[in-house]
DNA sequence: GGTTGTTTGTCATAATAATGTCATGCCGCA
DNA sequence: TGCGGCATGACATTATTATGACAAACAACC
């Protein structure tokens, strides 16, 4: 999913305080200061997310609005809009037009962060949510829950993420960089060393039937998830 | 309860202009331009709600709205007649024909929504109003009250809505940002950490008989409300 | 309109859990 | 036996959550 917010609003100082808070919690704005614009950078940087000030020249932002909603291509496209104290009838009428939210001038930062991540979550289709088992060993993304055998097997964030993540990738060898780069994620620096004694941490955790034996040490490779012995 | 709603119009743009306000608004639209298809339609997504059109080509809108009703099966499903004004005569035939409410041509999306939201209320009282149980915590969304094993328990508005949200959504965890979505609404901006005093505040409300163990911390990642513990 | 009592959101601080690192001991393999 | 790689327990540091207090917003009531 590409990060890309496209800002349309005429006010230049607006919208590079716009662009300047989206850009310092990794999104990249892309901007346009009116109608004919929005129209062409929504066509060529297929934002992800859209903030739309009411009043722009050159069509009001309900006649962008509808464009987008309108479109099969951009329909599924969430719009923010941005309106100013007061204007009850456009908000109505924004979100008539198909807004899935909008924000009252002037804001902060952080409600603005906080509309544009609540907007996307619920843009974003759920993924990653299946249970899984494997082995007697059951684990529910959704609930946040990992059992063996029926009983409730407890253990902290990052062994949850790691069993996920093995749960998902079965037999396969992972060294250590990898699993840094896929459970703790990119741009993190953490010993490699640290690994095993997640790995350890997570062992611990599902051992209570034996399934500790699933984690197997690849000496000199790394570590693999698997069913068989 | 799903949201569909069966668009029974044999108008094109009537029926996209019908279908894009509900869509806006969290309904998902069915369409039927015509006798045969609306009853196919009917069988196969059975909707909560159907909007008939008076004038249908091959069978006029009273037929259908009476195969509806006349069936065992559908005849709680709530009907929508659309006609032209001044057409009095026709108002009175729909509605005998079994009718909920009718609208007139033309109407803006505001009439549209209201109405149908105002049907679908009445044709769903059980909807957010049943009374709920779990481990002889007591929630009367009705009378607006909240029992442990008899006794009654105190707190404000938001921890009844809090409560109420976690009692129909077992198991499952939710985010802080998720839980200010759904108890507090969209378009209201609170830090996420009020969520936490407000959990804080239910907790001691209805620790009395020690359900608080229901409401549990999941770091990392929000909360759950559970009967296991 | 003023008063009283609630409710609410936020903050500062305390409490707690998780994390990353290290030192040490172990094991497999040549 | 010796070496490199791995496992393990301990521990300081960091994150995250719990809690109490407070002021603003609100409602109900004279």
Redesign the interface.
């Known amino acids: 999913m590409s990060n890309k917010v496209l800002i349309v609003e005429d006010e230049a100082s607006i919208r590079e305080m716009l662009g300047f808070v989206l850009e310092q919690n990794d999104f990249e704005p892309v901007y346009a200061e009116d109608y004919p614009t929005a129209v062409d950078k929504l066509a060529s940087t297929q934002p992800s997310l859209i903030l739309l000030d009411w009043m722009i020249p050159g069509g009001s932002g309900v006649k962008f609005a509808k464009l987008v ?2 479109d099969e291509n951009t329909k599924e496209l969430p719009i923010i809009m941005i309106t100013a104290r007061g204007e009850e009838d456009d908000k ?1 009428q924004g ?2 037009a ?1 807004a899935d ?3 009252t001038k002037p ?1 902060s930062p ?2 603005l962060l ?2 544009v ?2 907007v996307m ?2 843009a974003a289709p759920a993924s990653g949510e299946d249970e899984i088992r494997v082995n007697g060993l059951h684990l529910d993304p ?4 990992v059992t063996a055998n029926g009983e ?1 097997l407890d253990m ?2 990052t062994e949850f993420k790691l069993l996920h993540f093995f749960m998902t990738h079965l037999e396969r060898v992972y060294s250590r960089e990898q699993l840094l780069d896929y459970v703790w994620g990119t741009n993190v620096y953490v010993e490699d060393r640290t690994v095993d004694v997640h790995i350890r941490r997570l062992r611990k955790a599902i051992s209570l039937h034996g399934h500790e034996k699933m984690i197997q040490t690849v000496r000199g490779a790394g570590y693999r998830f698997s069913k068989k012995s």
């Open positions: 909603k309108g109505v979100l008539e198909g939210d909008y924000i804001f952080k409600e906080a509309r991540k609540a979550r619920r959704v609930c946040h829950r409730h902290g964030p």
